[in-house]
């Protein structure tokens, strides 16, 4: 069993950054791919940012170039680092894993981006 837990969401203007932090635990070690996924008010959840195994990222097209994903192995951390950050990023975001049978969900943090 993995618990995912996320960290890092809050207020910010149009135009800021901010990093999300998700912190893997349990049984980490059979980790695959981790992702961010987010769900903007009134709509469904939708994929962000990707990173697999062997470190390779892929990216959403609303968020390619103003979003960086990265995984630090040893921490069992994954991080999105958002830069650029518009109205339309306003989600609850929340952090994804897999193991091969099973995907695992944290709870959520919510960004909001506003003036």
């Known amino acids: 069993q993995v618990q995912l837990v996320e960290s890092g969401g809050g207020l910010v203007q149009p135009g800021g950054s901010l990093r999300l932090s998700c912190t893997a635990s349990?049984?980490?070690?059979?980790?695959?791919?981790m992702a961010w996924y987010r769900q903007p008010p009134g709509k469904q959840r939708e994929f962000v940012a990707q990173?697999?195994?062997?470190?390779?990222?892929n990216y959403a097209g609303a968020v390619e170039g103003r979003f960086t994903i990265s995984r630090d192995v040893t921490k069992a951390t994954m991080y999105l680092q958002m830069d650029l950050l518009a109205p339309e990023d306003t989600a609850v975001y929340y952090c994804?894993?897999?193991?091969?049978?099973?995907?695992?969900w944290g709870r959520g943090t919510l960004v909001t981006v506003s003036s």
């Open positions: 994804n894993a897999d193991n091969t049978y099973q995907n695992f």
């Open positions: 349990g049984s980490v070690f059979n980790i695959n791919a």
């Open positions: 990173v697999t195994s062997t470190g390779s990222t």
